[in-house]
């Protein structure tokens, strides 16, 4: 099936150390975004990549930094930069980024800092 | 400054009976519109979307209506049916001639609770 896979689903981190979490999507899709969510806060753009080898910072990517070397994968790492790092994170991707279209969003990993 | 705004953070409707959600935008660039449904720990789904040039669009029990001028659009579910509570987010984008249209920008969120 296709779709968009983020993992893991929980995940713990201490204080002052990076973590990577996941992101790989089988929908042949060139666009790819990260948002995060906190309690009544509606989602906001961290990171998002429109092509292979390219990303534009969202709204709140201080703390975070992302790559994509390859088109199925856009990896984000939350870096110890990042002060209120505890939150539900979504990935998401669409067909084209340059045209209307719906974006597909994977499960989400929730992160809590310990 | 919130460019998607979803003012109400809540709404409880009877099972069968219609359900508004609404949303504003202050954006005027803004030329793509989606509602997404949501449940807790999940990722939002896909519900309906509507450009610009329209100012209605039908999918099954869901609408969704575009009022430009007002910057306003809504999203009516009929009949409203248990299944339906979760949390509905609004979305857009706006288009960028030179470097593609814009990521989703959302709004916070209502959370439809339908009783049967």
């Known amino acids: 099936d296709g779709g968009i896979t983020q993992s893991p689903k929980y995940l713990f981190r201490k204080e002052g150390q990076n973590v990577t979490l996941s992101c790989e999507q089988n929908l042949n899709h060139d666009a790819m975004y990260w948002y995060r969510q906190d309690p009544g806060q509606g989602l906001r753009l961290i990171y998002y990549s429109q092509i292979v080898n390219d990303f534009q910072k969202g709204d709140i990517a201080e703390g975070y930094s992302v790559s994509r070397e390859k088109k199925e994968s856009f990896p984000l790492t939350v870096t110890s930069a990042q002060k209120n790092p505890t939150a539900f994170y979504l990935c998401a991707s669409s067909i084209d980024g340059r045209v209307n279209t719906e974006a597909f969003f994977g499960q989400g990993t929730r992160l809590t800092v310990v | 400054d919130q460019q998607v705004k979803q003012n109400s953070p809540s709404l409880s409707v009877q099972e069968g009976r219609i359900s508004i959600l609404n949303c504003d935008y202050t954006n005027s660039m803004f030329d793509y519109f989606l509602w997404y449904k949501k449940y807790p720990a999940e990722g939002p789904t896909f519900l309906i979307s509507?450009?610009?040039?329209?100012d209605k669009n039908e999918d099954g029990r869901f609408t969704v209506f575009l009022n430009k001028s007002a910057k306003h659009l809504s999203l009516h579910i009929v009949p409203s049916q248990p299944g339906d509570s979760a949390v509905y987010f609004c979305?857009?984008?706006?288009?960028?001639?030179?470097?593609?249209?814009?990521?989703?920008?959302f709004g916070k969120g209502t959370r439809l609770s339908v009783i049967a």
């Open positions: 509507i450009s610009s040039i329209k």
């Open positions: 979305a857009a984008s706006a288009k960028r001639y030179f470097s593609g249209n814009t990521p989703l920008v």
